[in-house]
């Protein structure tokens, strides 16, 4: 089955020209075998291969933090302003093995310090986040509380829910709305797909009211 998660951005009826700031999360509690994390890597792999990342206002950036009992800034969106550099950090991603989920503790970093301009965002970017989790956070009220304040501040969600033991209402309270564009579950690990060539090369191609489109197909076969 495939999904395909799509972000319209307008400003006065028309869309800026303007890039993404991209934060992937990503979990690394000991749940998740070395192998599997290693898939994780490549799918984020997958999804910085379709966008145009660079210094350029319109270009997208990307920084990456993992999360268990605590988390860990891989680097910073400031930190790496060409594609090869981007691929290269991500595939040097250690897996932690930690002992537990602290989803909240990641999202606070998230908002408040991830797309700060001292570390890179910039203010009239789409602040974009993808979380990948394997279960339940440690304290569900703290993350759901967490995952509100991003997005009042703007910061658009999405989840990816992998393996048997998920909250799924959970997931969806960290998404953004509508929930169906913007969570996903799969079996494993095995069932993440890469993204194919319908990302827009850069923040402004396609028509006055399309620009500014995130296409990010994943081809999930979902285990019921």
Same mark, same amino acid.
């Given at each position: 089955m495939?999904?395909?998660c799509?972000?319209l951005?307008?400003v006065?009826g028309?869309?800026?020209?303007k890039g993404i700031?991209l934060v992937?999360l990503?979990d690394?509690s000991r749940?998740?075998?070395a192998?599997d994390?290693e898939k994780?890597?490549?799918?984020v792999e997958g999804?910085?291969?379709?966008f145009?990342i660079?210094?350029?206002l319109?270009?997208t950036?990307?920084?990456?933090v ?8 891989q ?5 790496y302003?060409?594609k090869r550099?981007?691929?290269t950090?991500i595939?040097y991603?250690?897996h932690r093995?930690?002992?537990?989920t602290?989803?909240?503790g990641?999202l606070?970093?998230l ?6 301009p ?5 203010p ?18 703290s993350?759901?509380?967490a995952?509100?304040?991003a997005?009042?501040? &703007?910061?658009?969600?999405f989840?990816?829910? #992998?393996?048997k033991?998920?909250?799924?209402? +959970?997931l969806e *309270? /960290? &998404?953004?709305?509508p929930?169906?564009q913007? #969570?996903?579950t799969?079996g494993?690990?095995s +069932?993440l797909? *890469? /993204?194919k060539?319908k990302?827009?090369s850069?923040a402004c191609?396609?028509?006055t009211y399309?620009?500014?489109?995130i296409? /990010?197909?994943?081809?999930f076969?979902?285990?019921h």
């Amino acid at each position: 089955m495939v999904f395909l998660c799509t972000i319209l951005v307008l400003v006065n009826g028309q869309a800026p020209c303007k890039g993404i700031d991209l934060v992937f999360l990503l979990d690394t509690s000991r749940s998740i075998w070395a192998p599997d994390f290693e898939k994780q890597l490549r799918f984020v792999e997958g999804i910085v291969d379709e966008f145009k990342i660079g210094p350029d206002l319109q270009d997208t950036r990307v920084g990456v933090v993992t999360f268990a009992q605590t988390f860990w800034t891989q680097f910073y969106l400031r930190s790496y302003p060409d594609k090869r550099r981007v691929k290269t950090a991500i595939r040097y991603i250690k897996h932690r093995n930690g002992y537990r989920t602290n989803t909240a503790g990641a999202l606070k970093f998230l908002y408040s310090y991830m797309y700060d301009p001292r570390t890179g965002g910039r203010p009239n970017a789409t602040h974009v986040a993808i979380i990948i989790t394997d279960g339940r956070s440690q304290n569900r009220e703290s993350t759901l509380e967490a995952a509100r304040i991003a997005k009042a501040k &703007g910061i658009k969600i999405f989840t990816i829910g #992998v393996g048997k033991f998920l909250d799924l209402e +959970e997931l969806e *309270g /960290i &998404g953004s709305d509508p929930t169906g564009q913007h #969570v996903f579950t799969v079996g494993s690990y095995s +069932e993440l797909g *890469g /993204i194919k060539d319908k990302l827009p090369s850069n923040a402004c191609e396609g028509k006055t009211y399309f620009y500014l489109i995130i296409m /990010i197909i994943f081809h999930f076969h979902l285990v019921h």
